[in-house]
């Protein structure tokens, strides 16, 4: 089955940048969404950016401009440019999969990563 697989998460001062990463492998349909999500403690997750297997994005309004989200299809691979980092963006960020098969369509996702911004 499908396994995701993050990294490039820690703790950066404000105003600093971060690259997350995500690897996807196993059977992956072409025509899928990747994107982040993240979970601030005591908060529900919520939508950080997505892009899909055809490259169109959509961010969330609290990081427009600041984020930015690519893709690798040939790698299978995502990723998330962070710049201008704010302690409100302190979260644990978790690389989702959206695959649109013949038949049905799933989700899987990754373990989380830690992204900490200290002011």
């Known amino acids: 089955q499908v396994q995701l697989v993050e990294s490039g998460g820690g703790l950066v001062q404000a105003g600093g940048s971060l690259r997350l990463s995500c690897a996807a492998s196993g059977s992956i349909f072409s025509i899928n969404r990747m994107g982040w999500y993240r979970q601030a403690p005591g908060k529900q997750r919520e939508l950080v950016a997505v892009v899909a297997s055809g490259g169109s994005t959509n961010y969330a309004d609290s990081v427009k401009g600041r984020f930015t989200i690519s893709r690798d299809n040939a790698k299978n691979t995502v990723y998330l440019q962070m710049n201008s980092l704010k302690p409100k963006d302190t979260a644990v960020y978790y690389c989702?999969?959206?695959?649109?098969?013949?038949?049905?369509?799933?989700?899987?996702w990754g373990q989380g990563t830690q992204v900490t911004v200290s002011s």
């Open positions: 989702n999969l959206h695959s649109v098969g013949p038949f049905t369509s799933d989700d899987y």
